[in-house]
């Protein structure tokens, strides 16, 4: 069987020229791979034997849903399986190498209708170019893919690793960093992002909100500190995850307010009692990822801040996140717990002084 299946993929390779390229503009937008920091782990650094791994992919159309790593003799190589049957061949280089060469790597067919390639693999948590002949298209696409050394079990790999969540922390303050200096936060705000007027006084309150969207993993804290400033609106957000670094309301991009311990936010609160659309932008995948949330803040249920609410508060945060694990509950009963001590920080875009 396995015989034929191959000879099945030669005969339709003899029939297809591989000499074209896909043009930047067909290309989906490449996510990147891997965290900044991160060393080569060679294969003289792994002990010999067959070890599934985890593999990240530049884009959502080559996603790789199992690997195997095989180690022998300091040289590695794996078997990918892809999620879909949309390869013919791949090429370990880039799409313009793969067009000028002729030794490819062809798929063989499980019993499933899968598609699985066994690749040469020079190192783990390295990006590796990896081109894709679409057999839809009959054009070679550049994707690059990474295989994760934390993924192995931990006496496989011969040399200590780095810690992987710090990585991801040193990132995400120098893009945090980086976005404060690259001049992204003008001082005019966007159509659509200011503040609400409201009826309330100015001072400082508890709000009840409705927060909806991404995989439902990260939450936010319910309620939070509502500040109205000379009859404008503005609302602490925090979620329950330390891996966000930005957030845009319409076309206004804010950055923390905190350090790195939480993501704390304040934005503008547009609309009462209607969703409004916030974007997070999470390195929780290692690569920064914008998601869609819908946030609906209630105007009833506003109660100006005193110390004596602010601990009642706080204990009603804390009953709301039972089970939302350790650092979740702390987000939410250090976010309330500053009460109506909202971070003076002035925002660079919109010229709002909280």
């Known amino acids: 069987m396995i015989r034929m299946r191959v000879?099945?993929?030669v005969l339709l390779v003899s029939a297809v020229s591989y000499g074209q390229t896909a043009s930047d503009d067909e290309q989906v937008k490449a996510d990147r791979v891997g965290v900044e920091g991160m060393s080569p782990i060679y294969g003289t650094d792994v002990e010999d034997g067959v070890y599934q791994v985890s593999v990240e992919s530049s884009s959502s159309m080559f996603r790789v849903e199992e690997a195997y790593l095989t180690v022998e003799d300091h040289v590695m190589t794996a078997d990918l399986t892809l999620s879909g049957t949309g390869y013919l061949a791949l090429f370990m280089g880039t799409k313009e190498a793969a067009a000028e060469e002729s030794d490819y790597i062809g798929y063989e067919e499980g019993e499933d209708g899968r598609y699985t390639y066994t690749v040469p693999v020079e190192a783990l948590d390295q990006p590796m170019a990896c081109a894709a002949f679409s057999k839809k298209k009959e054009k070679w696409y550049d994707r690059q893919i990474l295989f994760r050394a934390e993924s192995l079990p931990r006496e496989?790999?011969?040399?200590?690793l780095p810690d992987y969540e710090q990585l991801k922390r040193d990132e995400r303050e120098k893009r945090i960093s980086a976005m404060a200096q690259s001049g992204e936060e003008e001082e005019t705000a966007g159509e659509g992002d200011q503040p609400a007027d409201?009826?309330?006084l100015d001072g400082e309150y508890s709000i009840e909100l409705d927060f909806f969207g991404g995989t439902g993993r990260t939450k936010v804290v319910s309620p939070t500190v509502l500040t109205v400033k000379e009859g404008k609106s503005w609302a602490r957000l925090v979620f329950t995850s330390p891996n966000y670094d930005y957030v845009r309301v319409g076309e206004e991009t804010y950055l923390p307010v905190q350090g790195e311990d939480f993501s704390v936010f304040e934005i503008p609160v547009v609309v009462f009692d209607r969703p409004m659309i916030v974007i997070g932008d999470t390195i929780a995948m290692s690569t920064p990822h914008e998601v869609e949330y819908q946030l609906t803040f209630h105007l009833d249920s506003a109660a100006a801040i005193s110390e004596d609410s602010t601990a009642e508060i706080t204990r009603e945060s804390?009953?709301?996140f039972v089970g939302w694990g350790p650092?979740?509950?702390g987000a939410a009963?250090?976010?309330?717990?500053?009460?109506?001590?909202?971070?003076?920080?002035?925002k660079k875009r919109g010229g709002a002084d909280l």
């Open 7 to 9: 000879l099945l993929w």
């Open 156 to 160: 496989a790999v011969l040399v200590p």
């Open 198 to 200: 409201t009826a309330l």
């Open 318 to 320: 804390n009953t709301d």
């Open 327 to 329: 650092w979740a509950r």
């Open 333 to 346: 009963v250090a976010a309330m717990a500053v009460g109506g001590h909202l971070l003076r920080r002035k």
